[in-house]
Every structure is written in C-alpha cells, then in structure tokens.
C-alpha cells in the first residue's frame, strides 16, 4: 500500500494481528475519515463538495478475523472525540442519535450531527427490520453529508439537522452478506459502500502481550487523530493532480460485470476521499498531490478486485453461486489447474455431477478457464493464468 506517517505506524501497531493486512488498512482510513467528519472537503465544481466520509465494510469468509481487526480503530478515534454508534438501528434511532450529538445555538452549528457506525456483523445493522424500515434508503440519502436534512416526526412535523456526517465501518461473511445485498444493489446503496475482500489471514502466535512499543505508537497514533479533528477548510487539490486525474478520469473503462455498474458510477467520489485521507494521513493538512492520487487508485484498483469474489453468488440464476465457487477453487489451484475429480471432491455437498458439468461448460464458453492436457488426463485451468504464464 501507498501510505506513509499515520497510516504507515498504524499498519506497525497492527502488525501481529492475524487478520488480512488490507482489513487494517481499510480500518485505518476509516478511523481518519470518521475523525475529519465533515470539517475538510474538495470542491469538485458547481457547487459539489464532497467530505471524506465512507462506508466502509470488511467481507471474508469466518475466521479470517475481520471484526477483530474493525475493532483497532474506534476506541482510537473516541479518545480524539468521535461518537461511535454500535447498536442495532432503525432510521428514527439514527436521527434521533444524531440529533442527540447536535448542538445549534442562535443558527451556529457548534457541533455536527454526527456519528460513526460500527458493527462487527452487518447483518446485525441491516437486519430484516432495519431494511423494512428504510434505514437503507436513509443511509442513502445522507451519504453526500448535507449542511441541513429535513425529516418529520409526528409530534413536531418538520424538523431538521445540520452539517449531518455518518461513516460506516462493518464487517460481514458472504452468505450474511447476500442476505441484504440485493435490496441494497438495487435502491443504490452498494454504489456508496466501499466492500473489501480479504485474501488470506496472517500466520500469527497464539499468545503475545502487548509491547511498550505498541502502547506508544497507539499513544502516538490518538494524538494524531486529535491533529486531525482540528482541521478545517477546503482541501487544496494541485494542479498536476488535478491534470493527473482528469486523464484517469477520461480513460476508465465500464466493467464488464454489470453488477459493479453503480460503483463505476461513484468510482471518482471515492478516489477523492481516499486520496484526502491519504493526505491528511502524510502531511497533517489537506493538500492532495499526485502521488496520494496514484495510492488512492492503487487502493480502488485493489478493491475492485476483491469486488468479484464479494459478489459471488449474488445474481439472477440458481447456478451463479456454483459458478463463482468453482471459478474460484481453479484460480486457487494456480497454472496446474484442477482435474474433474478434484472439482468434484470439492463440491459434493453443494453441486450435482451434472451442475458442476454446466458450470465448467460456462466458464469455458466464456474463456474464464481453459482445460490442458497431462499424463493424467483433462486439467481445468484459469484461462488468465495460463495466458500470463
């Protein structure tokens, strides 16, 4: 990762956890941008600015130990005065939560109506009831952190906060994800969040007691949340990166999976904020170069990535799950690729003989894999690895 200063001593500081080093990453430019709030942004023209809030939600398999890792960050961010909200919630508990942290005097807003969620279950948070509520569609509509919100309450009618602010820091496994996707993919909610897949988890001991080293740089790193919390202004965007991403800009190209579709759409937004983080994280101000644009890509190019096993299963026949599953178990085997009866030990329990036959045949047509030949017979490989090999 592209990241120096903060962001460098926070990977230190989580450097023996086990969990995916991109779990901490992640964590850690969620714990600067919870702490900015809306007190920095960029003005992108015509009146747009937009603050480095993010929702941000860790997605691996169990035991990959991603709750573990969205728990470093938050206690850091309380000490710089952040209000981290960890229970389950309706869209009338948010508001009122929100209004709870507002303070308006005399039409000066002395404090934002702010807040950041954290779960270490997203499906805690997007439960059945939260999405029949329309927490969703709140969350939505409060993503671009509006100077002033009107709601109604049935006691008052018309009400409203000011200079609302939320970021999002969750963690979830795929099943529990796929559980509220869908709602979320299609109302435009998936587009404003930011999903990071882990890889592999880290080979850590099982016991170990907390250095004098990691008690200074978690000393170090709350004092330098607290220089953050007092930032404030637009951040200065310079003109060779402004040149910079107007060239990346121009040169993107559509994803061929549709389902990324929403997320190519906000893609830019959330360069933007990375990159503010990115800054803010080296310089302690907010001045975004080029090279804090280049880390900022490098991190969504990285994420994008991820999205493809994120999305796994989530589509529109009973076979897609199938299909990413055994695209998956091929692209692990390497150049050696897999034999049918390797695929088939592996799937027993969740696809038929005849299934695993369709998802193989499907994978082939649509040159995703490609099969070679050994003393042992027909090998399924992955068509990219073979081509690059």
Not at 33 to 61: C, K, Q, S
Not at 78 to 104: C, D, F, S
Request: proline share 3%.
């Amino acid at each position: 990762m592209v990241v120096k200063s903060w962001l460098r001593k926070y990977l230190q500081y989580t450097d023996r956890s086990e969990a995916p080093e991109e779990f901490h990453f992640w964590t850690g430019v969620a714990t600067i941008a919870a702490t900015l709030e809306r007190n920095i942004w960029v003005d992108t023209g015509h009146g747009y600015l937009l603050f480095p809030n993010m929702y941000i939600v860790l997605v691996a398999r169990s035991g990959m130990k991603k709750s573990s890792a969205s728990e470093f960050g938050p206690p850091l961010a309380e000490e710089a005065g952040v209000v981290v909200y960890k229970e389950q919630i309706t869209p009338q508990a948010l508001i009122r939560h929100l209004k709870g942290n507002m303070a308006v005097k005399e039409g000066e807003v002395l404090k934002p109506a702010s807040t950041w969620l954290h779960t270490t279950e997203m499906s805690v948070l997007m439960g059945k009831a939260a999405l029949q509520s329309g927490l969703l569609g709140l969350l939505t509509g409060i993503y671009l952190s509006p100077a002033k919100w009107q709601y109604e309450t049935i006691t008052r009618g018309k009400d409203y906060l000011y200079n609302v602010c939320v970021n999002l820091l969750g963690a979830t496994v795929p099943k529990l994800f796929r559980s509220w996707a869908e709602e979320a993919l299609m109302g435009g909610f998936m587009a404003r969040m930011m999903l990071i897949w882990g890889t592999k988890a880290r080979e850590k001991p099982l016991f170990y007691e907390i250095s004098d080293e990691e008690l200074e740089l978690s000393t170090e790193l709350a004092a330098g949340l607290k220089t953050f919390r007092k930032l404030e202004g637009q951040a200065v965007v310079t003109p060779s990166c402004k040149k910079f991403l107007e060239a990346w800009y121009k040169n993107r190209t559509l994803p061929e999976d549709e389902r990324l579709g929403g997320f190519y759409e906000r893609e830019h937004d959330h360069l933007l904020k990375i990159a503010m983080v990115l800054a803010v994280s080296e310089r302690d101000e907010p001045v975004i170069d080029v090279h804090h644009a280049e880390g900022a890509i490098i991190a969504v190019e990285n994420l994008k990535i991820g999205l493809k096993h994120v999305y796994a299963g989530l589509g529109t026949h009973a076979l897609v799950e199938g299909l990413d599953r055994v695209h998956q178990q091929i692209l692990e085997a390497g150049v050696d690729g897999l034999r049918m009866a390797d695929l088939v030990r592996k799937n027993w329990y969740v696809l038929r003989k005849e299934e695993l036959e369709e998802c193989l045949g499907t994978l082939l047509a649509g040159e995703r894999i490609t099969t070679i030949r050994s003393g042992r017979g027909i090998r399924y490989a992955s068509a990219h690895l073979q081509e690059s090999g």
